[in-house]
């Protein structure tokens, strides 16, 4: 029986996919429902803290002036948590897993395509994933480019919000990240590469995310990750030819013999 082409509106996707597309859906209905409840409760608390203001009259603040006493409340009511910081949070909680989930994918979508020739990628251990470079190498091999000049940016992304918080550390990063969806500008090298960088690139402490940006993210992985699962579907269910794979195999058996 002939198998059809990849198809994702009729379910015609590898298992890989269906898993991937699952904790998709699931991120986007946290961060919907999330910043749903969080705007709900950062309204009520900043009705309560004028309440607590207008009940209290004082003396005008000399940095605040009149708004002082509801800055006094609302700090104490958020706990120091604001809202903009509660939802910068949240978009970077949600930018690291998607890119975890991406990676899921690429690993177990190349586990499935390469398993049809017997073979494995090479792990440190039974419990540990691929390197990176071993994801993008395997699926190389089989015609998929997933590392992409927009899906580097948004890994390295990921490594700042995990290992340094969103801080921009160095000029290379602020280049890379102190715009919502940045392009890295083409200042450096040039003589006046430092006037350069203060018009093109202001100074950012941290990261900016926005809805914009994690929304950019969420299309650009998914689109790799379907023009990917075209291709494991091809092989694990088409059963297509994988020259580069099929090279390997063979010098594998004739080792063997």
């Known amino acids: 029986m002939r198998i059809g082409e990849w198809d994702e509106q009729v379910n015609r996707v590898t298992w890989q996919f269906s898993d991937w597309l699952s904790v998709n859906r699931d991120i986007e209905t946290f961060l919907r429902q999330s910043l749903a409840w969080s705007k709900e409760a950062y309204d009520a608390m900043e009705e309560e803290a004028r309440n607590i203001a207008a009940s209290n009259p004082r003396s005008p603040s000399p940095i605040f002036g009149v708004v002082g006493p509801y800055l006094n409340a609302m700090e104490t009511l ?45 792990r440190q251990g039974s419990w540990a994933s691929p390197s990176w470079r071993t994801i993008v190498k395997g699926h190389a ?80 992985l998914g689109g790799v990750v379907r023009k990917v699962d075209v291709r494991i579907w091809q092989i694990t269910r088409q059963k297509v030819e994988v020259p580069e794979i099929d090279r390997i195999r063979s010098e594998l058996d004739k080792a063997r013999e």
């Open 141 to 220: 091999l089989l015609g998929n480019s997933v590392e992409t000049p927009r899906v580097i940016h948004i890994r390295q992304l990921r490594h700042v919000l995990t290992h340094q918080r969103g801080e921009l550390r160095t000029r290379e990063s602020r280049a890379q990240f102190a715009y919502p969806d940045p392009s890295p500008p083409n200042a450096f090298g040039t003589e006046d590469e430092e006037s350069l960088w203060l018009h093109e690139n202001p100074i950012a402490k941290e990261v900016e995310l926005t809805a914009e940006t994690v929304q950019s993210i969420s299309e650009v």
């Open 78 to 122: 958020v706990q120091g948590l604001w809202r903009e910081d509660y939802r910068w949070m949240l978009y970077a909680a949600v930018v690291k897993d998607m890119v975890t989930n991406f990676e899921i994918y690429l690993e177990k979508s190349l586990d499935a395509a390469v398993e049809t020739r017997r073979l494995v990628p090479l």
